[in-house]
């Protein structure tokens, strides 16, 4: 099984065992002045709250038994990545390491096209599009699939199930950005961050997740996309 597929698997098992707050998660997605790029996810969790999920994994039996969080062969997940090689893609760093309080995995590949990564798993939870809006502007953009909004009595045991987790997505540009709607950004970066611990909207922000970057166009040719 590929790794991104065990990582997708993993998400739910963590809502289940109510341990998705020990997991800190950043992804970087770079684009190029050729339309390619490259992506770059992170995630760490704790190993007390992987030690626990492992041991309810396996006392639940099934799927969350065969999910084994965490476990890592470099080797078999480059192989894995073969079957990606005629979207554009390659993996160009995988690697896993531990500290004294947790374990983490480090994936970064190489994409020829914004169409080629949208085709591999790491954004079945949301779509991304790329289009000129103007002679001197393109926008990259990430929106959320649709969901219904959650109640707010939900929302308040989801915000108690998650305490401590964190999500860090960042988008790079080729040219200088002109405008955002991003927490916080530099002249060609541009991140958001959903801390439940410390952003009390931010369920309801990763619930309506649009995020949208808007950069110059000078000197640049792009394909547009859109995964929609």
């Known amino acids: 099984m590929l790794l991104i597929r065990m990582l997708r698997k993993l998400v739910p098992l963590l809502l289940l065992f109510a341990l998705a707050g020990c997991v ?14 490259t992506l770059t996810i992170q995630y760490a969790m704790s190993k ?3 030690a626990d999920l492992e041991a309810r994994a396996k006392a639940e039996g099934g799927e969350a038994a ?3 969080p965490f476990s890592f062969d470099e080797a078999e997940v480059r192989e894995d990545f073969k079957e990606y090689e ?19 995995i480090r994936l970064s590949i190489r994409f020829t096209s914004l169409s080629g990564v949208m ?11 790329l289009k000129r809006i103007s002679n001197e502007a393109y926008e990259l953009r990430q929106r959320g699939m649709p969901t219904e909004d959650m109640p707010s009595e939900t929302t308040e045991l989801m915000r108690e199930a998650l305490a401590g987790f964190r999500a860090t ?6 040219t200088d950005i002109l405008e955002t709607n991003a927490d916080s950004h530099d002249v ?22 649009d995020l949208w970057v808007r950069f110059s166009a000078e000197g640049l040719s792009l394909s547009e996309y859109s995964s929609q």
Not at 24 to 37: A, H, M, N
Not at 86 to 104: N, V
Not at 169 to 174: D, K, V
């Open 24 to 37: 800190q998660v950043e992804q970087t997605l770079s684009l190029d002045e050729k339309g390619g790029g």
């Open 48 to 50: 007390k709250a992987l």
């Open 66 to 68: 065969e999910a084994a």
């Open 86 to 104: 005629p979207l554009g893609i390659t993996l160009t760093d995988a690697r896993s390491w531990e500290d004294a309080e947790s374990k983490y």
């Open 119 to 129: 085709q591999t798993e790491f954004f079945s939870d949301r779509s991304v599009s």
């Open 169 to 174: 997505l960042t988008m790079e540009t080729p």
């Open 188 to 209: 060609r970066k541009a991140t958001w961050v959903f801390d439940v611990d410390k952003d009390a909207s931010a369920l309801a922000r990763a619930q309506r997740m």
